[in-house]
């Protein structure tokens, strides 16, 4: 798993930790990465506290935001980056277009590239949709169907992982135990093994499924409770 780095910050140019990405003297004065921070969270783009303090919250509200202007993916406060989400142009985070060319009908569409989910009616209507973490060395591009798989069931209400986690929720939809299901929780307290606003971001990778928060575990869970299609997209 990728381990989401804190940052530290000062007030001239600096160096993101772990990344070696410079990020410029006028995006990180306290005052500028606050109202940053309150520009992320009117965008849906959930950064958390206005605190000016440029942490691993906030540097993955920025891949959320990057993700969703068509910016390469840092998490870094460049000088675009700045710019486009003060624009009065910046797209939203936690509203996007389905990919072109996912095809018609009911679906469920998964971006790899925007880490990213859309359930969609049959009139073509996104009824639900969210960040994700998935695993695309693990899964590859293409059309699946959901339901049972090698013999094993369609969904399990609490699936497990063979050892200390649930993954409840689970919609299988790719051979053999590729599903969708809630971010993995410990059978000891429930609790999950890291938090939602990882989603949407490259910073953990699952063993291959498509971890989605507890909400839209429930969603899918209802939306594909028979067979589904689902368009997996790099």
Known sequence: MRILPKLGLATAAITL?????????????????????????????TSGPVDGKAGAMTQAATVRFQSANVLSQTGSLNST????????????????????????????????TQNWVW????????????GIIDNPTYLKAGTYTSGSKCGRPARVLRNTDGGRLYLNHFVRFAPCGVGFHQIPTYKSNGQQIHADWLLGTNYRASHGCI????????????????ATRVVVMR
């Open 17 to 45: 930790i772990g990344l070696g990405t410079s990020v410029p003297a006028e995006a990180v004065t306290v005052s500028q990465v606050k109202a940053a921070q309150a520009r992320l969270n009117t965008l849906g783009c």
């Open 81 to 112: 980056t700045y710019a486009r989400l003060m624009a009065s142009t910046a797209k939203r985070c936690d509203v996007r277009a389905v990919p072109r060319r996912s095809g018609t009908g009911r679906r469920i569409v998964v971006s790899q």
């Open 119 to 130: 359930l969609i009616d049959a009139r073509g209507k996104v009824v639900r949709q969210g």
């Open 211 to 226: 971890r989605v928060s507890a909400s839209m575990s429930i969603a899918i869970w209802s939306f594909a409770a028979g």
